[in-house]
T-cell receptor, first 113, second 112 residues
Framework: SQTIHQWPATLVQPVGSPLSLECTVE??????LYWYRQAAGRGLQLLFY??????ISSEVPQNLSASRPQDRQFILSSKKLLLSDSGFYLC????????????FGEGSWLTVV | AQSVTQPDIHITVSEGASLELRCNYS??????LFWYVQSPGQGLQLLLK??????LVQGIKGFEAEFKRSQSSFNLRKPSVHWSDAAEYFC??????????FGKGTRLSVIA
């Protein structure tokens, strides 16, 4: 069966420090991969999605970036965090065909101080 | 453009009462529709999905949803709410060629 792993689960980072959140998927190949963010009391914001290795689409311009170095690995990064980057980050995957369910990881809480 | 509207930001119901969470969508054709639930500090879990066929869809945890094309709605229902149902609920639309479009969510509180 397919599983999705996301880490770290919680982190506290100072303003200006770098960020790396990692997500891996097991049990499937060629998935579409997604990074979402939830700020406190707000809905889901799509940050990036990828349909293949090295293919990244950015939905919201900001100081975050994403990379997909391997088929089932998706990394969210920042060179210098801002206070506004605090939030709950969710990685997700789905199969390539229309109507496929999207599956979420357990999320990563980021607090920028 | 596709969109999903969840008109209720927060709903409070008594334990044992019935529940209906509203979801309206905007899309030119018949979409694929989903309901997800999120407990605090956790990822989203699929409750149910509508692809085609029977417009009344059964999901996990006793939830069901009805697709009404004429009203562009996909409301989520449960006949008797349990305290463990307190969570955030998201409706989502899949038009087939873009990432899922999510509503802003409805937070459900359950009181004794």
């Amino acid at each position: 069966s397919q599983t999705i792993h996301q880490w770290p689960a919680t982190l506290v980072q100072p303003v200006g420090s770098p960020l790396s959140l990692e997500c891996t998927v097991e049990g499937t190949s060629n998935p579409n991969l997604y990074w979402y963010r939830q700020a406190a009391g707000r809905g889901l914001q799509l940050l990036f999605y990828s349909v293949g290795i090295g293919q990244i689409s950015s939905e919201v311009p900001q100081n975050l970036s994403a990379s997909r170095p391997q088929d089932r690995q998706f990394i969210l990064s920042s060179k210098k965090l801002l206070l506004s980057d605090s939030g709950f980050y969710l990685c997700a995957w789905r199969g390539r065909y229309s109507g496929n369910t999207i599956y979420f990881g357990e999320g990563s809480w980021l607090t920028v101080v | 453009a596709q969109s999903v509207t969840q008109p209720d930001i927060h709903i409070t119901v008594s334990e044992g009462a019935s529940l209906e969470l509203r979801c309206n969508y905007s899309y030119g054709a018949t979409p694929y529709l989903f309901w997800y639930v999120q407990s605090p500090g956790q990822g989203l879990q699929l409750l149910l999905k509508y692809f085609s066929g029977d417009t009344l869809v059964q999901g996990i945890k006793g939830f069901e949803a009805e697709f009404k094309r004429s009203q562009s709605s996909f409301n989520l229902r449960k006949p008797s709410v349990h305290w463990s149902d307190a969570a955030e609920y998201f409706c989502a639309l899949d038009s087939g060629n873009t990432p899922l479009v999510f509503g802003k969510g409805t937070r459900l509180s359950v009181i004794a």
